[in-house]
Every structure is written in structure tokens, then in C-alpha cells.
């Protein structure tokens, strides 16, 4: 009987680029004529963001926006001055390949910012940023699923990929007036403003997905010569084309805050206590649908000799998601170095890794989180220092995890305080972490057999049962291939139930033609 062979097309994930880009970013300003004398600094932050990217051949091309925020005190009062400026930045990276239906990370981080007072009227700034960038294709395997003829056995295992994959990315611009507290003071000046977007709920209708969320504004600013802080919440409800969307496909929304822009207008009487917001969010949409496939990996005739073509695949695997949560506590202070007065405070993770544990039941995560306030210090005079605190937590899991692959998306839920009766400040974070649990990087899967049916194997007696002494664990498809006989004859013969040996122990090895 001739060998027959069924086939399985799976589609691999293609890495086409994985590397990490510096942009350099100068600021050279001189401060306008309605603001005063610079006579202490404060704080500076450089904030980047992707604004736009598009793919042509075998170039990436993205813009890169870089947000500076300087804070500084006048020479005649403790008010907090703001200067805000923007750079902007067109980056190109060749691919080394053309990049058909390839999907984007880009994933931009502050690396670094030096600031300084050249004069009375002039700041300047030398710093750098980084974009890590990863571009993944597609790229169709064929596989063997299944083998007929010629006393071939094959080993089968199953595989889940995504069959289908569909994107789309929609910006949403959100307005919005609030109106401060009758206990609140004028605007000043806006000192910090942070933005994020909590996870959204999604809707199929139609074809079309509905995605509702909200982001979280939290601003400081100066007014009274005091500092004030503010929370609030901006809704939104969009509806988002996806072509060919339908329930078969695993639905996921990100939101990324663009920008958030805070600026003062006046109320009926003319005072400085109307906060206009301005965001614009990018909602990414990314839909998966899942397939399964038994293919081969490892093959043998029981009669002929024959070889085995085999290549590693790299199928688009679907994460399973688990949802945790830690608290990290650091302290910043103690005795005549806690500030007069706190603000407000907050913090942000940096600099992530993972990796399992060694009952490969848990994955360690370890990091940095960088803890910031507004506060005045003992002098009266406003300040607003960072204090980075290295963290390593330990997350149990559910399930076994030997052989995955993890990465861990960290951010903070709320940020609070306490000071001691002993003067101690210390600082609390509540730590939110979603775990994507990857079944395996790569998988290896036969891609061809050739049997020499012009002779047959050879043996060492004639013998139609040999024996055998089998570790614990063993894996019975290993000694099925040595003694070129079938795994389903051992189990028969030795009355096992599973694919791998419970117990060591004596084995009888019927042997097939």
C-alpha cells in the first residue's frame, strides 16, 4: 500500500523586526515676556508618544511626539510656574523584508532628561527617549496531520493557533468642561497632569463593535500659593469598523492615551475656575480566532526504513489571561526630611521582567517603581522629587506553566501615604498585573516522510515479544520507535491507560510487522 500523507496549513508568526530605536531630544527656550525670572527649578518630565506609523515595502515609518513639561519658582514668590513645549519627530526603520499584513508594537519609554537654568530667561534641556519596536508577519506552514500505508506511526499532538486575525484602530477625541469646588482655589498655573484608560467593554453588533470606557484624569495645580489635586473621569462610547468581525472571533480593545491637555478659561465673573480637558485616545482593536489542528510531530515505519523532514513552527499562539494583584510599600522619609505638607502622590512601574518560578506554578515579576509627590518642605518651598524602589513579588497560579512563555502588563490602581507617629513616611501602592501565559514559543511539526519500500528493517532475532525494563515517566513513544513497534501494542500488552510510564518495571515489547 502506498503512502498517503494529509497535510494542515497553519499560519506561523514571522518576527520581521524586534529592535529598540534612541531618539535624542534638545530643548533650548527662552521664557516669554509675561513670565518671570526662573530662580529655582522644580521638576521636568518628557512624556513620548506615538502619534501615527504606516508601513511602505520594507520601511516602518512613525511619528514620534515628545511632550516637555518644566517647572520652576519665581524669584519673588513660591508660585509654580509651567512651560510646556512639544518636539515632534519622523523615524524610519528598514525591516530587511517586506512586511505584508504585519502587525506593529511600538512602544515608547523616557530615558533620560537633564535640565538646567543658562540665565534668568533660559532653560535648557538635553535628554533621550526610546521606541522598542516589534513588526510580526504571517507566513503559511504546511504540516502533517496524518499518514497512511507502508506501517507508518505517527506521533500526534494538538495544536491551537489563530486562523484569522483582523485589527482596526479608531482616535477618539473627548471635551469636556469642569467647573472647581466652591472650597477650591483659583487656577494659577497647571503643575502635572496624568492620564489613563481603564480597560473597555466591548459590544458586537452587526458587524460593528461598541467599545465603552473611561479615562481617569488626575491633575495638580498652584493657585492661593498652595497646591490643589484633582480627580475626575472622562466617558466615552464609540462604535468601531471591522471588517468581517463576527462571534467567532475573540474580541480585545486597548485604549492609549495620545494627549491630555488642560488649560484655564474664565466663569461668568471672570475667575480662573473652569478646567477645560482635552484627550484624544487611540483605540486599537485586535480580534483572533482560534483553530485547532492535530499535526505530527515525530514519525516512523514499523516494516521501512525512512526519514523524517521536520521544521519549527512558530504558530500564533493565543495567551491565556490571568488577572492579579499585590501591594508594594517603600518608605521615602524619615525625621527632619519629611515635607511640611504633602499634596499629592503617586507612582509608575518601569522596567518589567518576568519569568517562571521554579514550582512552575508562579511567575516572579520583578521591577522598578518610581514614587513621586508634591509637597512643601520645611522651608515652605514647593517640591516635587522622585524615589525609585526596586520590587520582586512572587504570583501563584492556578496551573502548571512549565514549557510557557509569560509577559506581564504592570500598572498602579492607587497610590497612598501614611506618616507614623515615629515621622516615618511611608508610601503604599496597589499593583494591578495581567499575566499572558503563552503555550510555547515554537513547535516542532513533520513536514514530509519518505519510506524506502525497496527493504525492510532489519532485526536482531526473530522474536515476536522482547522485553524491557522502563523508567518511571518514560515516554512509551520512545520505545515504540526503538523497537520499531506501535504505542498502542505496548499499552495493549501491558494494560497502561497513559502515554508515559507511571512506574519503572518490567515491560513485554510485542513486536508488529
Known amino acids: 500500500m502506498d503512502l498517503k500523507l494529509n497535510r494542515e496549513t497553519v499560519p506561523a508568526a514571522e518576527m520581521i523586526y524586534d529592535g529598540i530605536q534612541e531618539q535624542s531630544v534638545?530643548?533650548?527656550?527662552?521664557?516669554?515676556?509675561?513670565?518671570p525670572d526662573i530662580f529655582r527649578l522644580i521638576r521636568c518630565e518628557t512624556s513620548p508618544v506615538i502619534t501615527d506609523w504606516s508601513i511602505s515595502g520594507d520601511k516602518l515609518t512613525y511619528e514620534l511626539r515628545c511632550d516637555i513639561h518644566i517647572l520652576y519658582c519665581g524669584e519673588n514668590s513660591n508660585e509654580v510656574q509651567s512651560v510646556e513645549q512639544h518636539r515632534s519627530f519622523t523615524k524610519t526603520v528598514e525591516l530587511g523584508k517586506t512586511a505584508e499584513s504585519a502587525e506593529v508594537k511600538l512602544i515608547p519609554k523616557a530615558d533620560?532628561?537633564?535640565?538646567?537654568?543658562?540665565?534668568?530667561?533660559?532653560?535648557?534641556?538635553?535628554?533621550?527617549?526610546?521606541?522598542?519596536?516589534?513588526?510580526?508577519?504571517?507566513?503559511?506552514?504546511?504540516?502533517?496531520?496524518?499518514?497512511v500505508g507502508m506501517n507508518i506511526q505517527l506521533k500526534k499532538t494538538p495544536v491551537k493557533f489563530a486562523a484569522g486575525r483582523l485589527t482596526a484602530e479608531k482616535n477618539v477625541r473627548i471635551e469636556e468642561d469642569i467647573e472647581l469646588g466652591a472650597a477650591q482655589p483659583d487656577v494659577s498655573a497647571i503643575?502635572?497632569?496624568?492620564?489613563?484608560?481603564?480597560?473597555?467593554?466591548?459590544?458586537?453588533?452587526?458587524?460593528k463593535l461598541l467599545a465603552k470606557g473611561e479615562t481617569d484624569v488626575e491633575i495638580l495645580y498652584s493657585g492661593d500659593n498652595t497646591v490643589e489635586a484633582m480627580r475626575f473621569?472622562?466617558?466615552?462610547?464609540?462604535?468601531?469598523?471591522?471588517?468581517?468581525?463576527?462571534?467567532?472571533?475573540?474580541?480585545?480593545?486597548?485604549?492609549?492615551?495620545?494627549?491630555?491637555?488642560?488649560?484655564?478659561?474664565?466663569?461668568?465673573?471672570?475667575?480662573?475656575?473652569?478646567l477645560r480637558c482635552e484627550a484624544e485616545i487611540r483605540l486599537s482593536c485586535r480580534a483572533v480566532r482560534t483553530a485547532s489542528v492535530m499535526i505530527a510531530e515525530d514519525a516512523f515505519s514499523t516494516v521501512y526504513p525512512c526519514s523524517v523532514e521536520m521544521s519549527e513552527i512558530k504558530a500564533e499562539q493565543i495567551p491565556a489571561v490571568y488577572d492579579e494583584s499585590f501591594r508594594h510599600s517603600a518608605k521615602l522619609a524619615d525625621g527632619d526630611n519629611v515635607p511640611q505638607t504633602i499634596y499629592a502622590m503617586w507612582s509608575e512601574p518601569k522596567n518589567i521582567n518576568t519569568?517562571?518560578?521554579?514550582?512552575?506554578?508562579?511567575?516572579?515579576?520583578?521591577?522598578?517603581?518610581?514614587?513621586?509627590?508634591a509637597a512643601k518642605d520645611k522651608a515652605g518651598m514647593i517640591i516635587m522629587p522622585d524615589r525609585d524602589e526596586a520590587f520582586?513579588?512572587?504570583?501563584?497560579?492556578?496551573?502548571?506553566?512549565?514549557?510557557?512563555?509569560?509577559?506581564?502588563?504592570?500598572?498602579?490602581?492607587?497610590?497612598?501615604y501614611d506618616i507614623s507617629a515615629e515621622g516615618v513616611l511611608t508610601a503604599k501602592s496597589d499593583i494591578g498585573v495581567k499575566l499572558l501565559v503563552y503555550s510555547s514559543d515554537s513547535i516542532k511539526a513533520v513536514t514530509d516522510i519518505s519510506v524506502d519500500?525497496?527493504?525492510?528493517?532489519?532485526?536482531?532475532?526473530d522474536y515476536a515479544i522482547k522485553l524491557y525494563f522502563g523508567i518511571e515517566n518514560e515516554d512509551i513513544w520512545d520505545i515504540a520507535k526503538r523497537y520499531s513497534t506501535s504505542v498502542a501494542a505496548i499499552m495493549e500488552e501491558?494494560?497502561?491507560?497513559?502515554?508515559?510510564?507511571e512506574n519503572g518495571g518490567m515491560l513485554l515489547i510485542p513486536i508488529v510487522s
Open 26 to 35: 534638545e530643548l533650548d527656550y527662552i521664557l516669554p515676556d509675561y513670565c
Open 112 to 147: 533620560h532628561a537633564n535640565f538646567r537654568a543658562v540665565n534668568k530667561r533660559r532653560l535648557d534641556l538635553r535628554g533621550a527617549v526610546s521606541t522598542k519596536i516589534t513588526v510580526t508577519g504571517q507566513q503559511e506552514q504546511q504540516v502533517v496531520s496524518d499518514a
Open 191 to 207: 503643575l502635572n497632569c496624568r492620564c489613563s484608560a481603564s480597560a473597555c467593554e466591548m459590544k458586537l453588533i452587526s458587524g
Open 233 to 274: 473621569s472622562l466617558g466615552y462610547s464609540q462604535i468601531i469598523d471591522v471588517d468581517g468581525l463576527d462571534d467567532s472571533y475573540d474580541c480585545a480593545v486597548t485604549p492609549e492615551i495620545l494627549s491630555c491637555d488642560i488649560t484655564v478659561a474664565s466663569d461668568k465673573e471672570g475667575n480662573n475656575r473652569i
Open 355 to 373: 519569568r517562571i518560578g521554579d514550582d512552575g506554578r508562579s511567575v516572579v515579576i520583578s521591577g522598578m517603581l518610581t514614587y513621586s509627590m
Open 392 to 416: 520582586e513579588v512572587t504570583v501563584g497560579l492556578p496551573d502548571n506553566i512549565n514549557g510557557t512563555s509569560v509577559a506581564a502588563e504592570v500598572y498602579v490602581r492607587e497610590t497612598s
Open 453 to 461: 519500500e525497496t527493504t525492510r528493517k532489519e532485526r536482531d532475532g
Open 494 to 501: 501491558n494494560e497502561l491507560s497513559g502515554q508515559r510510564l
